[in-house]
């Protein structure tokens, strides 16, 4: 199937590497054509979709009047994917981080998010380090090495989980508690030169989950990122670079199906990751055609759904290492239109939330790169 976001359309993991380049780091590429800069801030607000930005101009002036352009995220278009991109500048298929929640042999299925176990809730840690389960050199590892200064300004929450752990290696921590503090501690790393400093802000997110976006508390959380943004802008030393990202957009499901409540979707699964709107079904062997005919005749157009060579082959995540491969649903489902597959029971907070996201539709997909210049 041909994706519904062309290729051509930059990715996510691009964004780091070209900052990196820019900054005088001759081993990473420069894809982009950033210009050269002394000092750089890569800015991700979780869950700023690019149609979401265009959608509520007036409440963002600054990020609208700045120069932009889209990003593509990547498959699934899911929080624990976009760090993993910006933590080693590629895709999920060769990072390993392939879903909100997925299948690791001879473990289990991981809740990325909180490193535990998608199906009791247990801590696994210990029995999945995070640097085995993405051992690949992170972009702050490798900025590091080519003596720039770095830095991860993020939530003081954050600071000691697996997640950062797996994505964020390399780089010196700096916990934050607020917008005032990360901007001010964005402004104070990007002094060094050369200096690298990532920043999160997650909340525009979680309040999309729970309100969806573009209600009125979502547009009240995204004036106060662009009034963040202002000041950053304001405040870029001299020859400093601020590019602003995000990690997918969302859309408000309207129409969701329980799949522990429909018989026909669990013959032949022994377990199911992935979320709402992008979901790995994992089956018995020898049931995979059955599991594959069995789900396309019940959803029917309201989602792509393929099987995992497929999927692979259409390029959703990027180049795939045998390392990752097993990791992904031998089917893999990507919900069409405002469609989602919820699990009441067995992921009650997740099912009930009103905005979602992870699939291959440009609300999801599309998110800005803006960028602005000291």
Known sequence: MELPVAAHVPHLGQVVPSVLSALGAGEFANSLSLAEASSACVLLIDGLGWELLAEHATDAPVLTQLAKSPLRVGFPATTAAGLGAIGTGLASGEHGLVGYSFEVPG?????????????????LRGALPPREVQPLPTTFERAAAAGITTSVVSSAKFADTALTRATQSGARYVGVHALGDLAAC?????EARPAFCWGYHSELDM????????????????RQVDRLVESLVDGLPAGALLAVVADHGMVTVEGALDIDETPALLGGVRAIGGEVRARHVYSEAGAEADVLAAWREVIGDRAWILPRDEAVEAGWFGPVSDRVRPRIGDVVVAAKGRF?????????????????HGSLTPAEQLVPLVLARG
């Not at 964005?186 to 990007?190: E, G, K, R």
């Not at 999309?208 to 959380?221: K, L, N, T, V």
């Not at 989602?340 to 979602?356: K, M, N, T």
């Open 340 to 356: 989602g597959l919820v699990r009441e029971l067995a992921e009650a907070v997740e099912s009930s939330l009103v905005g979602q």
């Open 207 to 222: 309040l999309g989950h729970i309100y969806g976006p573009g209600s009125a508390p979502w547009r009240m959380q995204l």
């Open 107 to 123: 473990t289990g299925v991981l809740n990325a998010l909180r490193w535990s176990s998608h199906v009791d809730g247990g801590d």
């Open 186 to 190: 964005v402004l104070h790393c990007l």
